[in-house]
């Protein structure tokens, strides 16, 4: 198969349901297809890995923006990001990455645990009473609310707030999709400006009454001066941290949700023995990686996988084609969550790689099994539906029967 059929496949929106098949498609051709002049797709595990991880390759960042898109600071959504970690590159991102990490550290995710665990217990111990007919839709009672409240009890986001964060943040993600309509920009824009008065507020009353939260740490951080987190980048990195926190793990949770029902006989060993989380969760990372790609411009020219790419390239990097390359998994579309060595790209790699793994690991590995524990006859009623998105993929509601507790 040709490059340009395997890449209409996979951009034909029926993609959004079910990529696999132009990812096998992508796969036969090679880790890299050109899409266009200077546009490429690459889908290869090694490929992907080395681009990641190649320190001349740069993230989209504004100066490519400004090149592409001569009004994109009109709109707050594009704007907020813009000044955020994951749309900036050395020095600017260096600089947020160090500040950031500083106070998102492994002892505040490890403080987190408990709070994650009470936090399971009591949305699972609420599902039978949300039950309509005998069932319950889990992406409404369960994936979206427990991220949404581990996230902003990190951030400091105080509970009575967190109702309208689902809204916000389904609007404002739709910019870090491949495509978007006007409409799709017009409500990420509105959200933003919403998000942003609201942490505008939020970093003011922490700055009057300080707590052991992250909008504490980051507005000190700011406050400190010298150059450490601009007004703008504090807001983009608030919005970063609260959107990239729960859209995503949400999606992880569900993904995980079904696999487990479709694959039954896993799905018994987890429930028995909670301990083999960690390699269960690893496997629905890499089957169903809820990111599915981010991209990458070459600063200079690049052997990528075999073909030569020149300066200034967009390079989609395809993390979900990656997880199921043929040359690095045997057997990629089975479910198998004891294959040794797995290492999905599904955080990516390199100086970007996601600041809040184990944050969405920790959350999957006591939720999956509790929630299997809670209720050994849970069953789908009926299949599952899936969000329109080709990135962020995820399910939009996700009916179950509890059967008998
Ligand atoms: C970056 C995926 C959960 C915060 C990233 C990247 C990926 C990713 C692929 C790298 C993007 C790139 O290289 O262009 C995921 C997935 C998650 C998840 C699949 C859940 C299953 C979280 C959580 C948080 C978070 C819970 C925070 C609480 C971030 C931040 C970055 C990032 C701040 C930017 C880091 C940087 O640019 O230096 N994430 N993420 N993520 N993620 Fe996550």
Partial sequence: ?????????????????????????????????QVASGYYFVSGYEAVDAVLRDPGMEAYDARRLDSQ???????????????SMLRT???????????????????????????????????????????????????????????????TALLGVPAADRGRFRRLAEALTAVLEVRWTAEDRRLAHD??????????????????????????????A???????????????????????GFETTTNLLGNGIVLLLDHPAYGERLREDPELATAYVEEVLRIESPVQLTERYTSRPAVIGGTEVPADAELVLLLGAANRDPARFEAPGVFDPDRPANAPLSFGAGAHYCLGAPLARLEAQIALPALLRRFPELALAGRPTRRPRMNLRGWASLPVTLGAS
């Fill in 89 to 151: 590159n050395p020095p600017q991102h260096t600089r947020m990455r160090r500040l950031a990490a500083g106070v998102f550290t492994a002892r505040r995710v490890g403080a987190l645990r408990e709070v994650v665990a009470a936090q399971v217990d009591e949305a699972i111990g609420e599902l039978p009473e949300k039950a309509e007919g005998g069932v319950v839709d889990l992406v409404t009672h369960l994936t979206y609310p427990l991220p949404i409240g581990v996230i």
């Fill in 69 to 83: 898109w001569s009004d994109w600071r009109d709109n707050r959504a594009v704007a907020l990001f813009a000044d």
């Fill in 222 to 244: 700011h406050d400190a001066g010298g150059e450490q987190l601009t007004g703008a980048e504090l807001m983009g990195n608030l919005t970063l941290l609260l959107v990239a």
């Fill in 1 to 33: 198969m040709d490059a340009a059929k395997a890449v209409s496949l996979l951009l034909d929106p029926r993609a959004n349901h079910d990529p696999v098949p132009a990812y096998e498609a992508l796969h036969r051709h090679g880790p890299v297809a």
């Fill in 191 to 220: 959200a933003a400006l919403e998000l942003e008065d609201y942490f505008t507020h939020l970093v003011a009353r922490r700055r009057a009454e300080p707590e052991d939260d992250l909008v504490t740490a980051l507005a000190a």
